[in-house]
């Protein structure tokens, strides 16, 4: 039976993941390669398991601190030589979900949550959100439990542009109406 799609042996594998790192602005786990490169049915978990440590082992990519991967000059010019190969509708697919994981990193570099849990049972909530230049604003919250303060980080990290605008508005409205 043919296998359908763009994936067809180790090969195809390999030069797809080398399409992926190319293109990524940080370090990637396995899974980000594999969710990366999951544009087309016929690519498994397992394929991009197979070839990781054999591209290490070429020279293409390298292992980086906590089991992340980045790729390497040799891999790059390989890369940049084969990846006309890539199915277009792959490609595409795949510089897509590239540029959401690009924009979700860089993103996250700049809001930043923690939990601290507190003497009485309750949890602080900090958020910190920066820019290029530096803080912008740091607030601190106070959750009655855990599973609210779990909550209130992931809204603050999704809504941290949201928060600060809204209190930017609020606070220099309130500084219109006194002058």
């Not at 978990?45 to 293409?60: K, Q, R, T, W």
């Not at 530096?134 to 009655?144: F, H, K, Q």
């Amino acid at each position: 039976m043919q296998r359908l799609g763009f994936v067809h042996d180790m090969l195809d594998v390999k030069i797809l993941i080398l399409f992926v790192l190319a293109r990524v602005n940080y370090p990637v786990t396995m899974q980000q390669i594999y969710e990366l490169c999951y544009q087309d049915d016929s690519l498994s978990y397992f394929d991009v398991c197979a070839a990781l440590p054999e591209m290490i082992a070429s020279g293409h990519i390298r292992e980086v601190d906590n089991e992340s991967y980045e790729i390497t000059e040799k891999g790059k010019s390989d890369g940049a030589a084969t990846e006309d190969s890539i199915a277009y509708t792959v490609k595409c697919r795949a510089e897509n979900a590239i540029d959401r994981f690009n924009r979700q990193i860089h993103r996250s570099s700049y809001v930043k949550t923690k939990i601290i849990p507190r003497d009485n049972g309750d949890y602080s909530v900090m958020m910190a959100l920066d820019d290029e230049m530096g803080s912008l604003m740091t607030m601190e919250l106070l959750a009655p439990n855990q599973r609210q303060a779990v909550r209130l980080c992931k809204l603050l990290e999704k809504k941290a542009e949201t928060v600060y605008h809204l209190t930017m508005a609020e606070l220099l409205d309130e500084e219109d109406e006194v002058d």
